[in-house]
């Protein structure tokens, strides 16, 4: 197939849960997914590992079975383990899959790339053995693998939810090493406090891990500043201050994480404007209630454009898919409107605590504005001195200092510390980050091959021989 009505990007809850509205809907789907199975990170290879580990990563996970399942209908091309590498004339898609490269058109596309791990460079990062707290988990859904000897550190939900899960599966965790406050907790509350208890399921959650946690016993440090990871050739410790102590304890792993950002690399391939969210602290692309972006026929849904969680991506791709459905006349208006009125105020409910949680558990500041000595482009080991010495000479944004020093021009292609090299930038320069603005991202948005090139320069010469 080289048409389809709709080419979704990702199988996450967003793009799983559009293919199947869409199919629902009489259109042709193709859904495109870098992973070997469905499900996203969130849902990563849940058939499986429902069935072996349900009991540890818990009740939630298992949500993703009925999603994946839901794939399997005539009119869902499911592609698995296709890499996606550039997009023309908006709904026109190459992608790769076990080395051949190939094109698929959309009528029209919807991205649902889902969210990044947001990195925190602190000192010592860059050490074997120093991890992020999703990368452990991910070893945990797909293999079956458990980090020992580990200290996690950071901030957020996830940070609870992973140790909880090491906790069940017997491998509890030295500590937590926690960098928000009781000063962040205070403003989540003053300020969303309303919200919050619109989203009390989502609360609840949160209070029923740390409770968890507590009855597993496992320690809690608060507020925690200057966090260093010591150890020469690998992790051997984890250095901070918190309570207004000096603290050091010994570990061979230590898991990192301060929150997850949407993953923009798609949406800005093809010219999506984007803005800059002050409370994630991450830029997110602009769109419609429908999902719609300013490209015709290109809509977005899920955490892609803006973190909201699993739920609510899975809402988001629905909504997404009905406007599709009803721009390519499958659908009416009335049909559409009906539809998504229910959907709407579910995700009005699954969103309502989004702002007390990123009040409550903001990034660590000291990891988006690291010492000079800190590498923050791990790709071609640039250092947090570095861009500051190049704001210090003229460069006022990104795209600037890849003629500098090359931060963004490795592999990730600037994934992980573009939003560092921003917040750097801006804070040298005096400006918002807004206005300094992302690196440029141009094709292809991952490695390619030139022998794929080759291939697929020949299906297109096939294709107009077919043609004629």
Known sequence: MTEADLVVIGAGPAGMSAARAAADAGLSVVLLDEQKQAGGQIYRDVERAAKARCDILGPDFGKGLNMVRALRNADINHISGATVWQIERNTRVAYTVEGVASFITGKCLLIATGALERPMPVPGWTLPGAMTAGAAQILL????????????????????????????????????????????????????GTGAVQGWRQLAKGLGLLSELRSSGVKRFTGASAIALEGTDH???????????QRRLVCSTVLLHHGVVANTQTTRSIGVPHHWNELQRAFVPEKDKWGHTTHPQVFIAGDGAGIGGADAAAIAGRISALAIACELGAITL?????????????????????????????????????????????????????????????????????????????????????????????????????????????PPIKPVTL??????????EDEKETDQ
């Open 141 to 192: 859904k797909q293999s079956g693998m458990l980090v020992e000897n580990a200290v996690l550190a950071g901030c957020g939900p996830l940070l609870y939810l992973v140790a909880t899960q090491m906790c069940r599966a017997g491998t509890p965790p030295l500590a937590l090493v926690e960098t928000q406050s009781a000063a962040n907790i205070l403003a989540a509350v003053l300020r969303h």
């Open 235 to 245: 992790v051997e410790a984890i250095r901070f201050t918190s309570g207004g102590r």
């Open 334 to 442: 009335a049909e559409r409107d009906a539809a998504a009125l229910p959907l709407r105020r579910g995700l009005r409910r699954e969103l309502a605590a989004r702002p007390f949680i990123d009040r409550a558990y903001p990034p660590f500041g000291e990891a988006l504005s690291p010492a000079d000595e800190t590498i923050i482009c791990r790709c071609e080991e640039v250092t947090a001195g570095d861009i500051r010495k190049y704001a210090n000479i003229g460069c006022r944004g990104p795209n600037q200092t890849k003629a500098f020093g090359r931060p963004g021009m490795g592999p990730c292609q600037g994934r992980y510390c573009g939003l560092t090299v921003t917040e750097l930038l801006a804070a040298a320069n005096g400006q918002s980050p807004q206005d300094t603005g992302y690196f440029r991202i141009r």
């Open 451 to 460: 022998g794929e090139l080759a291939g697929l320069a020949r299906q297109i």
